[in-house]
């Protein structure tokens, strides 16, 4: 547990240094973007169960449209009331990049659970909990095998199987894997790890 509780996050520090400074000219870009396309701020707030269960709020580029009657809930990429614009960040993951400033802040990891909503955390069993023991990530096992289209009980499955077996080369795999996830989509490259 020495690399999850302390290597990883001077990993985390260093590459999502990293990221920030060679993505500026495409969030730079995409802030502009959204500006223009669509009304409403640039950024989208959510709270987030993080390490422990203990609520923090991540930070995405908004792709919907604004809708104040709208409760939390996951969307899809075919879902309408996603701007055309959000298609296209939501297809490449560029709407997750400000998610590196959770990173810096130690809210979240690289690659870790996906962090979930508030209300998940009391919806499910006790022995899935156990992904609350590691940072939640921008990406993370289970988004590499499957994402959206497995269900919640197969995710805390893979969420679960990361903690008990998290290390270096794991962490690689996943990463490497999500790279060809974005460049080559998630019908390629989707399948199990």
């Given at each position: 547990?020495?690399?999850?509780?302390?290597?990883?996050?001077?990993?985390d520090?260093?590459l999502?240094s990293?990221?920030?400074?060679?993505?500026?000219?495409?969030?730079?870009?995409?802030?502009v973007?959204?500006?223009l396309?669509?009304?409403?701020?640039v950024?989208?707030?959510q709270?987030r169960a993080?390490?422990?269960?203990?609520?923090?709020?991540i930070?995405?580029?908004?792709?919907?449209?604004?809708?104040?009657?709208?409760g939390p809930?996951q969307t899809?990429?075919?879902d309408p009331?996603?701007?055309p614009?959000?298609?296209?960040?939501?297809?490449?993951k560029?709407?997750?990049?400000?998610?590196?400033i959770?990173?810096?802040k130690?809210?979240?990891?690289?690659?870790?659970?996906?962090?979930?909503?508030?209300?998940?955390c009391?919806?499910?069993?006790?022995w899935?909990?156990?992904?609350?023991?590691?940072?939640?990530g921008?990406?993370?096992?289970?988004?590499v095998?499957?994402?959206i289209?497995?269900t919640?009980?197969?995710?805390?499955?893979?969420?679960?199987n990361?903690?008990e077996?998290?290390?270096?080369?794991?962490?690689?795999?996943?990463?490497?894997?999500?790279v060809?996830?974005?460049?080559?989509?998630?019908?390629?490259f989707?399948?199990?790890?």
């Amino acid at each position: 547990m020495i690399y999850c509780n302390w290597i990883k996050r001077a990993f985390d520090i260093l590459l999502s240094s990293m990221v920030l400074f060679f993505f500026l000219p495409i969030l730079l870009g995409a802030i502009v973007l959204i500006r223009l396309s669509s009304q409403g701020g640039v950024f989208f707030f959510q709270e987030r169960a993080g390490l422990n269960g203990r609520p923090f709020n991540i930070i995405k580029f908004r792709t919907m449209y604004l809708d104040p009657d709208r409760g939390p809930g996951q969307t899809y990429q075919s879902d309408p009331e996603v701007t055309p614009l959000g298609r296209v960040l939501r297809r490449l993951k560029i709407d997750e990049l400000p998610q590196v400033i959770n990173v810096l802040k130690g809210d979240m990891s690289l690659i870790g659970p996906r962090p979930c909503l508030m209300h998940t955390c009391s919806e499910m069993p006790n022995w899935a909990k156990k992904r609350f023991h590691v940072r939640p990530g921008i990406t993370g096992f289970a988004q590499v095998n499957g994402n959206i289209s497995i269900t919640w009980q197969e995710r805390w499955k893979y969420d679960v199987n990361y903690v008990e077996n998290c290390s270096f080369l794991l962490d690689l795999k996943i990463l490497i894997k999500t790279v060809l996830v974005v460049f080559f989509g998630e019908e390629t490259f989707g399948k199990k790890l």
